[in-house]
């Protein structure tokens, strides 16, 4: 697609319940990377994509965060057990990785409340 | 020590002045930097990459300084769609993919 694509732009859900996010990124861009971001602070590495693996998930806050991208392109970032500490803006990112600097794109992000 | 440190500000200054934001970086072998823009709840988006000699782009200047491992953003001429936040990031590897680390952002707001 033209740009990154996330859904949903906004879930509220409750405590303990299980959340998908799901991100499209921009057609072609190898590298996919997902952040959280809370009020006041700036964009938080969660874990990136390098086509289908995982290159670097060290980001993640504990095992009840998980992400894939089975076919290279779509990625879910799934949220079990949610507590209200996890609500923030979820954002993906992709870039093209070739010549001259790796430039992120970024969605507009999925806001997630947990009540 | 955090990867990236911003002052966060929040800056107002009136139309028509400068304004300078610097964001340093802990670790030396950081390669990339850029500075986003991002507007009250949208998202991050790029305003300019730096570069080594450093870059400008209209009434936006950015400088790197490897010695002291910061970066720097000038605004010129201030305008009042420039009020934003300014979010540096640094990479340490260009054209692998490694993680971006951004800063928590600087608070601009023009004041007409």
């Known amino acids: 697609g033209a740009g990154v694509s996330q859904t949903p732009s906004n879930k509220v859900t409750e405590k303990g319940k299980y959340v998908e996010l799901r991100c499209d990124p921009i057609?072609?861009?190898?590298?996919l990377y997902w952040y959280r971001q809370s009020l006041g602070q700036g964009p938080e590495f969660l874990i990136y994509?390098?086509?289908?693996?995982?290159?670097?998930d060290s980001g993640l806050p504990n095992d009840r965060f998980f992400a894939v991208r089975p076919e290279g392109s779509v990625s879910t970032l799934k949220i079990q057990r949610t507590e209200r500490g996890d609500s923030a803006v979820y954002l993906c990112a992709s870039s093209f990785l070739g010549s001259g600097a790796n430039v992120l794109t970024f969605g507009a992000g999925s806001r997630l409340t947990v009540l | 020590r955090k990867e990236v440190e911003q002052d966060p500000g929040p800056f107002n200054v009136p139309e028509g002045a400068t304004v300078a934001f610097n964001c340093t970086y802990s670790n030396s072998a950081s390669q990339s930097f850029f500075w986003y823009r991002q507007d009250c709840r949208k998202e991050p988006k790029l305003l300019m990459s730096v570069y080594s000699s450093g870059n400008e782009d209209g009434r936006f200047t950015a400088q790197l300084n490897r010695a002291s491992q910061y970066i720097s953003l000038l605004i010129r001429d201030s305008k009042l769609s420039d009020s934003a936040t300014y979010l540096c990031a640094v990479t340490r590897h260009p054209n692998t993919g490694n993680q971006f680390y951004f800063g928590t952002g600087t608070s601009l707001t023009v004041i007409p």
């Open positions: 994509f390098q086509g289908t693996g995982a290159a670097d």
């Open positions: 057609s072609g861009h190898t590298a």
